[in-house]
């Protein structure tokens, strides 16, 4: 229990924990399993090129979300590339694909990847999801596609996306790479808009290492994706267009499946997490829980908070200083909004002051199987005490020695 600021440990006191609680530690599932799978891949000596567990991997995706085709990839950001550059997209260079401005870089990277523009739209201040009457008046003449992006699990607004899109002829695609085992209210994400992109990337709730998905229910388009993700080879075995090798491998598949095997155990931990999150956090001025619309179903893989400098009396940066000091190695989600990053500032709409504001306020804490409910009272403990010195704490990093702040 830290009762003063001389307990914290970025001003001396001893850490909470002595080991790491971190925000997405793998889940690995089980290793037995795991090992047994890798046997039986180096016995068939079948190491990638659509393989026999990359095919179980696919059609196990493809039925928790509901859709017709999965078709699995090396990870989410070739995915995106291979949704914008298809043919159904259209686009020419520098035509535009709206993407929302909190997001992970890779949105607006695969947009730009293929010659298209990313246009930045704001979000929705409460949920931080692209605001859907902020598209309609971001679309012109040159729009091709709308990307909404499932933020922490979180559904977009999809039938007012697919009432735009669809009026205006465009494509809508979900970057849904934080959203497997998640829904649109009984709806799996997965079979939402044109299609959707699933992450399997080590720190996600499903993990192969790396990878990622493409899930549709336009056979046509699963037929171009599977020919594109294998340099354009086509059913003949000829090259009919343009490809790339977005092909996932089967050790990546062998760890995709069990780590499938664990994912409602693992979204039962994390929601009782959150719940026990929830409760141990309330009244904290300044602090709150990114609050999920219970319509739909979340995975809680991301504990979100905010923190409110005014009413918290610190800074989120300093609090995560406070937190990283004790052990709890929390993580702004998204320090940055996307016309702020380096390569789309010149092409800034302006600014965006909801997302600009969550970037500042942000905090993703510790959660997942490695997290447990006793660790997340801890972790609240410490951000009360902080808290409730908010402006002790604040005033003592500011007046630290110089050496200090250099060693830092
Ligand atoms: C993780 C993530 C990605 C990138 O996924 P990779 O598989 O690492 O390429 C893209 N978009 C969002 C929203 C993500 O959270």
Redesign the pocket.
């Given at each position: 229990m830290k009762n003063g600021t001389g307990d914290l440990a970025l001003f001396g006191g001893s850490p909470a924990f002595l080991q790491n609680r971190r925000v997405g530690r793998p889940n690995q599932g089980d290793r037995e399993r795991f090992l047994e799978r890798m046997t039986r891949v180096l016995d068939n000596e079948w190491l990638s090129n659509m393989g026999p567990l990359m095919y179980e991997f696919e059609t196990r995706v493809a039925e928790l979300a509901g859709v017709r085709h999965c078709v699995s990839l090396c990870?989410?950001?070739?995915?995106?590339q291979m949704l914008v550059g298809d043919t159904a997209t259209g686009g020419e260079p520098g035509d535009e694909v709206i993407i929302p401005a909190l997001?992970?870089p890779?949105?607006a990277h695969a947009v730009r990847w293929r010659g298209l523009r990313p246009v930045v739209c704001d979000v929705d201040p409460a949920t931080g999801l692209i605001d859907p009457d902020l598209v309609e008046a971001l679309i012109t003449p040159r729009t091709r596609a709308v990307i909404g992006?499932h933020?922490w699990g979180q559904a977009c607004d999809v039938r007012r996306l697919e009432k735009i899109t669809e009026s205006n002829g465009l494509r809508l695609y979900f970057?849904a790479?934080?959203a497997l085992g998640c829904t649109y209210g009984s709806t799996p994400i997965g079979g939402l808009g044109h299609a959707e992109?699933f992450?399997?990337?080590a720190?996600?709730v499903v993990n192969s290492f790396?990878?990622?998905a493409i899930v549709t229910d336009d056979d046509a388009l699963a037929e171009r994706m599977r020919a594109v993700r294998n340099f354009g080879f086509g059913q003949d075995g000829l090259v009919e267009e343009v490809g790339t090798n977005g092909k996932l491998n089967e050790a990546a598949a062998a760890m995709g499946l069990t780590s499938l095997d664990a994912l409602e155990d693992t979204i039962a931990h994390n929601r009782a997490n959150y719940e026990t999150y929830r409760a141990a956090l309330s009244g904290i001025p300044g602090v709150r829980p990114v609050e999920y619309d219970e319509r739909h179903r979340n995975s809680h893989h991301y504990m979100m908070i905010t923190v409110d400098r005014a009413a918290a009396g610190l800074h989120r940066d300093l609090l995560l200083d406070v937190l990283r000091a004790e052990n709890i190695l929390a993580q702004p989600y998204f320090p940055q909004a996307m016309h702020q990053l380096a390569p789309y500032a010149a092409d800034s709409p302006g600014p965006l002051p909801h997302a600009e504001s969550l970037c500042e306020q942000l905090l993703a804490l510790p959660t997942g199987p490695g997290v447990s409910a006793a660790d997340v009272g801890i972790i609240s403990d410490v951000v009360r005490a902080t808290v409730a010195h908010g402006q002790e704490v604040t005033g003592l990093w500011h007046a630290r020695p110089a050496e200090t702040a250099a060693t830092r």
């Open positions: 990870n989410a950001t070739v995915a995106l997001t992970f890779a949105t992006v933020l970057d790479a934080p992109v992450s399997f990337h720190t996600k790396e990878g990622g």
